[in-house]
């Protein structure tokens, strides 16, 4: 019996990276990949200075899929000092307050979720 779970959240990744995701380029040093589709996405974090004031970061997050995250033609994974560039503005990955830059969006490992913040325009 099929997973049906799985077979739903393939069909929605699918449609997130066929129907609402933009084109982006990713950079790492001297490696780069044009034309990654990312659905675009936002999240909040609260971080506590030490202090007892909690202050929340915003991160501009993409949703990639897995295999389609690549630097020159290889699969990798993201990581912190990686680039993003959308429509001229460039987002560095980032992690935020006790978070890791990256992680799965789906229960099946097929989308990364990575967390950038914004660093300048081209």
Do not use: K
């Not at 982006?24 to 030490?50: C, K, M, Y």
């Amino acid at each position: 019996m099929p997973d049906f779970l799985d077979t739903c959240s393939n069909w929605l990744d699918s449609m997130c990276r066929d129907q609402l995701s933009q084109l982006v380029e990713l950079r790492f040093g001297a490696a780069s990949q044009q034309n990654v589709p990312a659905t675009i996405g936002n999240d909040e974090t609260p971080e506590d200075n030490g202090d007892g004031i909690v202050t929340v970061r915003g991160t501009r997050d993409y949703f990639i899929a897995v295999a389609d995250y690549q630097l020159d033609g290889i699969v990798v994974m993201p990581a912190v000092g990686h680039l993003i560039v959308e429509n001229g503005i460039v987002y560095e990955v980032v992690a935020p307050g006790d978070e890791p830059c990256v992680r799965p969006s789906d229960a099946y490992g097929r989308m990364w979720r990575i967390h950038t913040q914004p660093i300048g325009e081209e």
